[in-house]
């Protein structure tokens, strides 16, 4: 009861005052109203206009181990691979393989059809028994001669000169029988067989063509040799070493991670690509696999030393800059830094341009500026009802 005695007297008070200011009600709703939309805009401009703070969430620079990984991507390749063609020109006669085929050890692969082998054959051959018959021939006469000049029939020079004739016989023969032992080691040689058990990877001649000495006609691997060769950042691959352990990822097994081991690091880096290459040997490699296929390679290296790090998100480039937004009086300030090693738990090394304690800029929910205004906090998820 009194306070609706109060709020008469009061509204009674508003009224009379109105009349002595000459306002009348009209214009009093209209400056109300004029005062509300003021402050609905300035509140609207303020959080969602082009004047409205940024919103950031923030994580202090700390010390910490870190256990710094090396991510690299590479591909299976045969540490052992073949290439197996004619060493003379020829032509092929038959390929008793496919791709895919498993083979033995000495197993029969292919055939060549030397162009002139065989007559060279048939002719070597003739030339041998020729040589022969003249040594045999040159052998007795020089015996019959040894014999007159022992008894003085004829005179030493005479027999010198058949010893001659011998020995010149003596060296045909050995270079005819050498001519046709280098022709059956062609005709051999143009008779393809496995080196090793493997399996053939690529059938490049077909029967009836033609290939040149050294051109390949099959290729094989040993696929107990697979390997991953493996691409590495130059300057992040510090540490990197024959013995490391590595957790693979096939591309073509995506959600089964498998173990592996470095064991070798090529000593010729790509200049280019600003790369260093390493071999992985995957622990149990999978017989589905395929040659040429991509693989995702985490290097597990050596802990660190306590030093600063931060989370690899709050990481960012302005140009050719790498640095973080550090916070000032309240305000975000571009901050270049050295980086270092990345950990597993998304940690990155600081090697320099921090200091501990600094406040950096984790997320924000736009691009941050120069010294624009910001407003920290907790999160950037709006929390569910």
Do not use: C
Request: aromatic share 4%; hydrophobic share 40%; proline share 4%.
């Amino acid at each position: 009861m009194n306070t609706t005695i109060k709020l008469k007297e009061l509204f009674s008070s508003l009224l009379l005052r109105m009349r002595e200011l000459d306002i009348t009600r009209r214009q009093l709703l209209m400056g109300l109203t004029l005062t509300f939309l003021l402050v609905v805009f300035g509140f609207v401009v303020l959080n969602s206009g082009p004047l409205a703070s940024t919103k950031v969430t923030t994580i202090k620079v700390s010390d910490q181990s870190l256990a710094p990984t090396l991510f690299g991507v590479g591909t299976i390749e045969a540490r052992r691979s073949y290439l197996m063609g004619p060493v003379v020109a020829g032509r092929v006669s038959n390929v008793y393989v496919d791709v895919g085929n498993l083979v033995k050890e000495g197993q029969l692969l292919a055939e060549m059809d030397s162009i002139d082998l065989n007559q060279r054959m048939i002719a070597a051959e003739a030339q041998v028994t020729d040589a022969k018959a003249r040594l045999l021939l040159a052998s007795e006469t020089h015996k019959r001669y040894v014999e007159l000049g022992n008894k003085n029939f004829i005179s030493p020079i005479v027999v010198e000169g058949k010893s001659q004739e011998l020995n010149s016989a003596k060296a045909i023969v050995q270079k005819t029988t050498a001519d046709l032992a280098g022709l059956k080691q062609q005709e051999l040689n143009i008779k393809l067989r496995a080196p090793v058990d493997g399996i053939i990877t690529s059938r490049d001649a077909e029967p009836g063509s033609t290939v040149i000495a050294g051109q390949a006609v099959l290729k094989l691997i040993d696929p107990t040799s697979l390997w991953i060769k493996t691409r590495f950042d130059q300057g992040k691959s510090m540490g990197l070493a024959v013995g490391l352990d590595a957790n693979v990822i096939l591309r073509s097994n995506p959600h089964h991670p498998m173990s592996g081991k470095v064991v070798r690091v090529e000593m010729l880096s790509d200049s280019v690509a600003e790369e260093r290459i390493a071999q992985i040997e995957m622990i149990d490699m999978p017989k589905t696999v395929s040659i040429g296929e991509m693989a995702e390679v985490t290097l597990q290296l050596a802990p660190s030393e306590y030093g600063l790090s931060l989370p690899n998100a709050s990481i960012k480039k302005r140009g050719d800059e790498t640095g973080v937004w550090v916070l000032k009086d309240g305000k975000p300030h571009f901050a270049r830094v050295q980086i270092g090693q990345n950990g597993l738990n998304g940690q990155v090394v600081i090697l320099g341009g921090l200091k501990s304690g600094d406040e950096v800029v984790l997320y924000s929910d736009a691009e941050i500026k120069e010294g624009q205004r910001i407003k920290v906090v907790d999160s950037l998820l709006k929390k569910s009802p």
